[in-house]
């Protein structure tokens, strides 16, 4: 049975009609065409005796029912008529004759009869004497081929068809079974369309799924047991339609909400006490990047140091086996990258956000021409021993529902920024339905939940429902650096990080920053007894003041989300049944209520669940911390100018800063700065350098600012 479906519009609402056959279509398409065209005759005639009553220029009513205005044109004379409000566009063309405006009704066939025999036509036709007198016959003869094929009988012209029309005449019964078949997405949509149409009858949506439920629908019978939870969280479900509770229910169902409402209990019931007796990470698991240039230089093969500046610090430490790991095309990065810059008064994703550089570049495209550099430093370092290799960084960009085609399209239209479109690879992270503090679900419209990302934990179960767990095993991955996508500073890659990881024989590392306060708001990376990573508003007082000998902070150890982890250990956490813990984060989250208006609150009014990846730290048998200079790898992005902290401006700063520098180890010279003195604009491509080196600069004169190096 073919079914056939067909829109019909009114002023206030749109029906779907539902029909079996081909004649019950086209009696429905007149019944409709005639009934809009009734109606539009009724709005024309209504806004001609509002013109009227207006002073306009409304003469008389004709016996047709059009009305004469102005000179006498009808009101079919004047503009197309159009529905203000854009649901329903009518249009006819001005001077349209009323036999043409006849056929229109008339169904294929008939129009074909209406108009005059072909014959008939080429009599009017102007051809020359001859032709005209020659016989049908010979006319044929002397006709093009479309012409021929007009003067063929109908049963003949069928003959010629092409084979899709051939097959329409044959009839359904006539088809492959294939093509009889009908998907069962469409057979949802008809039944769908069906729910539509019941509603219009007065089908009560308990009743109806009653129904189904006698039919032996499992689904009904669920969505039926979720309707007193439905009710409970949206207080306006008995006054939505019948699709809207449809599609709520479906919504419940999709994000367990069972499961989720018993996340939000543990998370709200789990113990809020200041820790008093964790320890710091061992000092033999604690290496700082100075440590390395004491205890590394005799396995730091010094033939690497060619191919970086030798006076530079930056890279002085860098381990060979690092670059080799590259070379050999052994590692792997994944950006967390699933935010958007909303609290930034942006909704685009936060990587492609421009800071406001020289250059106009974005977070994305920094970090792609870094990893293109290190390719190029890793195939130089393997040429240098007599390697042949193509270097190939794979980077896996971790998107959430709400920037997964911005994101894709992002990188698009800038041509993946000079990477092969190959080494890139998206892929979405879960989300968490959010909850007011009442512990109700927040909706963002009246029939669709308030979802959010599920925090950079969710990586593991994102990497787990890709393929990309596969791909990476298949192409030999040993070392992979997870890092988020705001820290602006972020090396890529690293080649120090990943040749201290296999130096230390770590499954699992993190780089951290030393903490400039007690009280700075950064998490804590300590032991209990295994690693783990603390809040500044988890620890006491006594515990976060408390200093060494050296005076320095005990638990200094500031977490900013880098990691590396063996491919190996990633998998175990990806795979097997590690539970990690949900976090409760209080939020401004924009919500609807009945009225369907978006209310957008600037204080927090409810909770996200997330999960955080430094959950992991626990599960690893071999742990070790690298720690960093701040002013060299860390500067996030996560305010708008207007707070004056981790912004655009003090982003671009500390790039300047950091460039400055470089310079200056390169031997070039810039201004000195003082407080009073404007800032030294200065930017340094990616692809000239990664972290200083092959920056080459005349020393004989003081560089100007702005100062940019491509």
Known sequence: MQIFLMMKMTDEKEIIIITSSDDEMKEEQNTVRGEMDDSLSKKKNDQALAADE?????????????????????????????EEN????????????????????????????????????????????????????????????DEKKANVPLDEKKADAPLDVKKEEKGVEEL??????????????????????????????????????????????????????????????????????NRLLDEFQTIDIAR??????????????????????????????ADLSKELKDDLCNEGKRYFIVDNRLFRFCCCSGLQLIAENKVAVIVLAGGEGSRLKSYAPKGAMDIGLPSGKSLFQLQAERIIKLQKLA??????????????????????????????????????????????????QGTMPCFSFTKKVLFDS??????????????????RKSNLLNMMEKRGIEFVHVYCVDNVLVRVGDPLFFGYCKYMKADCATKVIKKTSPTEQ????????????????????????????????????????NHVFTFQFLKKMCNDDVALPYHLAKKAIPYVQADNVLQIPVEPNGYKLEKFIFDVFPYSENFAILEVPRNEEFSPLKNPDLIGVDCPTTCRADLYRLHRQWIIDSGGKVPELSQDSEQFVCEISPLVSYAGEDIHISNEEVLSSPFTLK
């Not at 980077?395 to 092969?420: C, N």
């Open 54 to 82: 207006d002073g306009g220029m409304v003469k008389k009513r004709k016996k047709d029912g059009s009305v004469e205005v102005g000179d006498g044109g009808s009101l079919d004379d004047k503009k197309d008529t159009k």
């Open 86 to 145: 854009g649901e329903m566009q009518v249009e006819k063309k001005a001077d349209a004759p009323l036999d043409d405006e006849k056929k229109a009704d008339v169904p294929l066939d008939d129009e074909k009869k209406a108009d005059a025999p072909l014959d008939e036509k080429k009599a009017d036709a102007p051809l020359d004497e001859k032709k005209a007198n020659v016989p049908l016959d010979e006319k044929k003869a002397d006709a093009p081929l």
């Open 176 to 245: 492959s079974k294939k093509e009889q078949e009908v998907p069962k997405q469409k057979i949802e949509e008809a039944s769908k369309i069906s729910e539509s149409k019941n509603i219009k009858r007065g089908v009560d949506y308990n009743e109806y799924l009653k129904k189904k439920i006698e039919e032996g629908d499992k689904e009904a019978e669920a969505k039926l047991r979720l309707i007193p939870i439905a009710k409970y969280h949206a207080s306006f479900f008995n006054t939505l339609s019948f699709t809207s509770k």
């Open 260 to 289: 989720c409402l018993k996340e939000l209990e543990r998370c709200m019931q789990r113990k809020s006490d200041m820790v008093n007796d964790v320890q710091p990470v061992d000092e033999s698991r604690y290496k700082s990047r």
């Open 379 to 428: 195939t130089e370092f393997a040429n240098s021993k007599n390697q042949t290799v193509a270097v190939k960084i794979e980077w896996l960009i971790m998107v959430s529902p709400a920037t997964v085609r911005k994101t894709e399209k992002f990188f698009q239209e800038h041509a993946y920024f000079g990477l092969d479109k190959a080494q890139i690879h998206f892929f979405r």
């Open 446 to 463: 009246v029939d669709a939940i308030a979802m959010a990302p599920d925090g950079n934990g969710g990586m593991f179960a994102a990497l």
């Open 522 to 561: 950064l998490g804590v990376v300590c032991c209990d007894p295994k690693p783990k990573v603390l809040e500044y508003s988890e620890i006491s007082s006594a515990i976060a003041e408390k200093r060494d000998e050296k005076g320095e902070l005990v638990f200094r150890a500031g977490n900013i989300a």
